[in-house]
């Protein structure tokens, strides 16, 4: 068995119907990402944060897990997976991955305003009002610009022990998500896919300049195959 660390971005997702941040036309879903996902955001105009964030929730229940997120699922009946996600989807844990870790934060989970430890499970929308049992009011459970990103320890030392790297659909610009690829070993295969790569091809890494429905089914089958 190998150990393998999947690096999962906006892209994995993109063809389940979930919008890119960096596609198109440099919005996020109609808005400046700075106004919806920033702490300075959320003290300007808290019901604005709150109704953007609503809208994905709902958003998030009305779409699939796609061939990317099933086959990375499928990759755990060979090889020791670990995937770490920029996404705040659960389509990867919907597929039937084990063992995710969400750099960014989870959708589907609510946070105290105060405590930042308190978090609750959220598949409602989220308004001004809702308190946890310290009535405190909740927020998205999501790390925003100009916040500390908690798991970024864990998923460095994950990385480290890697045999091969699979990142997908990010485009490895936002820090420090796209700074943890440096704790891999030297020797660590790294398999990238994405329709518009961000790096270029080396003898240790191998691009798949396609989309993660078609590429990333490719890379589990090969990894598959190896011992
Ligand atoms: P980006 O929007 O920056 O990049 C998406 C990547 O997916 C690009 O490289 C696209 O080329 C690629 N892509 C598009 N369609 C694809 C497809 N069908 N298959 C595979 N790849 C495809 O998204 P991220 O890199 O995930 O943080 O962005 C990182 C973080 O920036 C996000 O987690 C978010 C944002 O600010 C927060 O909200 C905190």
């Known amino acids: 068995m190998m150990k393998i660390v999947v690096l999962s971005g906006a892209g994995v997702s993109a063809e389940s119907g979930i919008k890119t941040f960096r596609d198109g036309n440099g919005l996020w879903e109609n808005h400046d990402i700075m106004e919806v996902a920033s702490t300075e955001a959320f003290k300007r105009n808290p019901a604005l944060v709150l109704d953007f964030y609503n809208q994905r929730r ?16 499928e990759l755990e009946k060979h090889h020791d997976v670990t995937i770490i996600t920029q996404n705040v989807d659960d389509l990867h844990e919907r597929a039937g991955s084990t063992d995710v870790i969400h750099l960014h934060g989870e959708l589907l989970k609510a946070r105290s305003t105060v405590d930042e430890n308190l978090i609750l499970e959220w598949k409602d929308d989220l ?101």
């Open 58 to 73: 709902r958003q998030l229940q009305t779409v699939e897990p796609n061939s990317a997120h099933i086959a990375l699922a």
């Open 127 to 227: 308004n001004i009002g809702d308190c946890c049992d310290n009535n405190h009011q909740l927020r998205p459970h999501i790390v925003w610009f100009g916040e500390m990103v908690p798991m970024i320890e864990v998923a460095s030392e994950i990385i480290e022990d890697a045999d091969a790297i699979i990142i997908v659909g990010t485009s490895m610009q936002v820090y420090p998500a796209a700074g943890i690829i440096q704790y891999a070993k030297a020797n660590a295969q790294v398999y990238f896919i994405d329709p518009n790569p961000s790096i270029n091809p080396t003898k240790r890494i191998s691009v798949y300049a396609e989309k993660a429905s078609t590429g990333v089914p490719k890379v589990v089958e090969k990894l598959a195959s190896m011992s």
